[in-house]
């Protein structure tokens, strides 16, 4: 198991390299560069020099990668051109407020969506069925920072029980109960689309199971219904919904970028949006490997989780 | 059955027990204190260190916490004396002398001098001074004509320029200008971005990074403490967000509210402030080369676009129609007698027959959006229509602002007969001079992307510039915008106005023609 792990970890060497090589290179051929961002109408070829000077721009491309990725190998992410601090401080603070709102919302999606499958499955063409499946089909349609700003308008604008943005209030908060007030809307918005995916699939996998011999013989012997759904169907269900759930947890982290912009959460979505309009290079680069190498951790260890319960995946 | 019914019953008591949390358990959502002040921003600040930044978000920040050598006098665009009490300019334009006021501290304590003076403008022009290298200083070029700057005696600090140059004062009264603490700097190095200390009427207290940075009263204020207690800066980029906010009552104060949400705040739980601005929006045509290079298809252009139509219909009212290259905002330099190119289509067309182009075919470069630059694909749609209507065949080239400036600045030849382009300055000499003589082609170094050549406009801004009575520079300028009127080098659209909501809770707020934020003033109860 060991050297399995040591396999995986060197394997994502490569991966993060050809992540920096590919993120540079994006960053380097864009038109536009940061000194004409900063300097707006008066960007004059001779202003244009001179700060590309300052922000050590001015150097040829790969020497500009080389500098940067070593300093990188020392920690060094480099500083920020738009907001003037270290990229390191800014990408942590922001990646941690995007997986306080993703991780919400997985979390509900992956109950509701689950228990409106099961609850769909068990009653099949009956009123409960149909009404989950009408409000499926209405959460999916429904673009998501289109239901955030509907949802603004009715819990924050006209009933004032809900803060309109942002993860804190500015007076008086700071605790678990404003972060919830804050995450209520955000993480409700990003969860239902994904929350209809899961019920379909949800659904799905239960009517395929429910048909099967063993719930047949589970249902003779005098099982409880609620147990012969809860306790059989559904486990045996789980071995697809779970791929599922993966999918989705892809799409809830890349669908906060909207929701961010929409309720002012403080995430890395929205940061990267805005480097990338203000052409702030490092913190694009920066934030875009960081990323990636979260993302390459989390795949590691799903990989070594399976194998260690799965004895058919090789180690 | 015992399915649907355990799930029927706990959906509905799930359902209740929701609604009681929400109705009961959460308050209605708490106002603002009063005697605090919530504004709403576009963005997050990059820095609080004035010599660093760029961005009139920023600055609506800075305004308040430091002052300059002189500042606008409020309502105008006309300098007036700030941290220094008077001035003198000597005879060739070249020397000024400042008396500074006496006993102003900043809010770390340390004094404000002749020396503090000499060093912030030595910190950003001067490439080894120690601390250069806080910077780097975008806009320092606004004061590049600056040779040396000598310290008479403790009150009395002398700037030497290397030539004339007419726009020093006002530059003096841009956030550029704005005089930091040496003392912090010193201390905080880099960092003084993020601790700030100045002289203004608000100090810096907190900068909690995504959501607010706080100022709180400064009560020793030379020019009388202001009235409120503490302002809140919160960044909200998204303008619906904004909206909302507004209108939940989560900041008392917003400022550019997007025109379809204005009718919103039609109700008199809120006040709309609006103020025209040193903005002007406008088409760069190519003189150098194509239909554009004759002065009466330039012209035509002028008469088939329906500027009225673009500032109230595309707009919403949220504009002026533009007569002329320099925005009535400046009172004291603008030629009252300019009347904007009337909307007439039968006249383009009778001027595209005279110069034998009955149907020109033009490239127009048009962005997706930018810093002054409205509604730029809308109003590039609308100004293409028309432009049909008389003839025209236009082809549209949208790019995103980064890119598009990238395209335009380098000068139109060879790409594109129009462009779109918009500038807001804090000097009348600032537009002309870098976007309209022969010496600011792009190969020199300028904005004159339209390549617009003419003598006598070069002429009269060369000594607007060395002239140091503002009677005659006024008139100088004057003399230029009807030159520039009828050689038509641009289609003159729009001057923005400025607006801002705020509760009815604020009172004694105004903007200004600067488009500064400045809060002294303001109440909130």
């Known amino acids: 198991m060991g050297s399995y792990i040591l396999k995986r970890l060197l394997s994502a060497i490569p991966v993060l390299l050809g992540i920096t090589i590919i993120v540079f290179a994006i960053m380097a051929m864009i038109p536009g560069d940061p000194a004409t961002a900063i300097l707006g109408s008066y960007a004059t070829p001779e202003n244009v020099e001179k700060l590309n000077r300052d922000l050590g721009l001015d150097k040829p491309a790969a020497a500009r990668y080389f500098i940067w990725l070593g300093n990188m190998l020392t920690g060094d992410f480099g500083q920020s051109f738009a907001l003037n601090r270290p990229v390191i401080h800014e990408v942590l603070e922001r990646f941690s407020a995007t997986l306080v709102l993703a991780g919400t919302a997985f979390v509900l999606c992956c109950f509701f969506g689950i228990l409106a499958g099961v609850v769909s499955a068990s009653r099949q063409y009956g009123l ?51 972060l919830l007030k804050h995450l209520a809307m955000p993480a409700t918005a990003l969860a239902v689309v994904a929350t209809g995916v899961i019920a379909r699939l949800s659904r799905s996998a239960m009517l395929e199971v429910l048909r099967q011999d063993f719930i047949r013989t589970a249902r003779a012997k005098g099982v409880s219904e609620h147990r012969v759904i809860w306790g059989h169907a559904l486990r045996a269900a789980m071995v697809s919904i779970i791929p599922v759930l993966g999918i989705q947890a892809g799409f809830v982290l890349s669908g906060a970028v909207y929701i961010e912009i929409v309720f002012q959460w403080p995430g890395v979505g929205r940061m990267l949006v805005d480097a990338i309009l203000k052409r702030d290079i490092l913190l694009v680069q920066g934030g875009v490997v960081l990323v990636a190498a979260c993302y390459v951790i989390f795949n590691i260890m799903v990989d070594v989780a399976q194998s260690l319960l799965d004895p058919r995946i090789k180690t | 059955m015992q399915l649907m019914d355990w799930t029927r019953r706990s959906l509905l008591a799930a359902a209740g027990a929701g609604a009681m949390a929400l109705g009961l358990g959460l ?111 975008p806009l320092s070029f606004f004061f590049s004509a600056v040779e040396s700057v ?91 967000t904004r909206t909302a906010e507004m209108l939940a009552g989560g900041i008392d104060l917003m400022v550019e509210v997007p025109p379809v949400a204005l009718s919103e705040f039609q109700t008199d739980a809120y006040r709309v402030s609006e103020q025209a601005g040193p903005h002007v929006w406008f088409l760069i045509l190519n003189a150098k080369e194509g239909p554009f290079a004759d ?119 060879g790409k594109a007969d129009m462009a779109e382009m918009a500038w807001m300055t804090n000097d009348p000499d600032t537009l002309p001079f870098l976007a309209l003589r022969t010496e600011a082609w792009p190969d020199k170094g300028g904005f004159n992307s339209g390549y617009y050549s003419n003598p006598q406009v070069d002429a009269l801004l060369d000594e607007a510039r060395t002239a140091t009575d503002q009677g005659r520079r006024a008139e100088l300028y004057k003399e230029m915008q009807t030159i520039v009127h009828d050689d038509a080098p641009w289609v003159f659209v729009a001057n923005w106005k400025q607006n801002a909501v705020t509760s009815s809770k604020v009172d004694n707020f105004q903007l200004e023609p600067s488009f500064f934020l400045l809060l002294k003033d303001v109440v909130k109860n």
Do not use: C
């Open chain 1, 128 to 178: 409960a069925d149909k009404a989950i499946t009408f409000a499926v089909l209405l959460g999916i349609s429904i673009p998501s920072f289109f239901l955030g700003m509907m949802m603004i308008l009715l819990f924050a604008v006209s009933l004032k029980w809900l803060p309109v943005s942002g993860m804190y209030a500015i007076y008086g908060g700071g605790d678990l109960w404003d």
């Open chain 2, 150 to 240: 000598d310290v008479i005696d403790a009150q009395t600090v002398k700037f030497k320029l290397n030539a004339p140059y007419a726009p020093f004062l006002s530059n003096l009264a841009y956030p550029t200008g704005l005089i930091v603490s040496q003392a912090a700097v010193e201390q905080h190095g880099a960092d003084f971005g993020r601790n700030p200390s100045g002289t203004g009427p608000f100090k810096f207290a907190e900068w909690r990074s995504n959501e607010a940075v706080v100022v709180e009263k400064n009560p020793d204020y030379w020019d009388g403490a202001a009235s409120l207690e503490a302002v809140v800066y919160r960044p909200i980029t998204d303008a619906n």
């Open chain 2, 295 to 413: 002065k009466l298809v330039r012209q035509a252009a002028n008469y088939a676009v329906n500027k009225a139509a673009l500032v109230n219909d595309v707009l919403e009212g949220t504009a002026e129609v533009a007569a002329g290259p320099t925005p009535p905002a400046f009172a004291w330099a603008y030629n009252e007698a300019l009347e904007p190119y009337p909307y007439d289509p039968e006249r383009a067309k009778a001027l595209l027959a005279e110069a034998g182009m009955q149907n020109p075919s033009v490239t127009f470069f048009v962005t997706e959006g930018g810093s002054g630059m409205l509604d730029p694909v809308a109003m590039g749609t609308a100004i293409q229509a028309d432009l049909e209507a008389v003839g025209f065949s236009v082809k549209i080239q949208t790019y995103e602002w980064n890119t598009f400036l990238g395209e335009v600045n380098p000068g139109l030849e």
């Open chain 2, 27 to 137: 308050p209605v959502q708490a106002q603002t204190p009063p005697g605090v002040l919530v504004v709403g921003q576009i963005a997050e600040p990059k820095a609080l260190d004035p010599a660093a930044v760029t961005a009139v978000n920023d600055f609506r920040i800075l305004m308040n916490v430091y002052d300059g050598l002189v500042r606008y006098k409020s309502g105008t665009l006309e300098v007036e004396p700030a941290l220094a009490e008077s001035w003198t300019i000597s005879e060739d334009g070249t020397e000024y002398t400042f008396k500074l006021r006496d006993g102003v501290m900043f809010h770390d304590g340390s004094a404000f001098n002749a020396d503090v003076v000499k060093f912030n403008f030595d910190r950003m022009l001067k490439e080894d001074h120690p601390y250069h290298n806080t910077g780097p200083f």
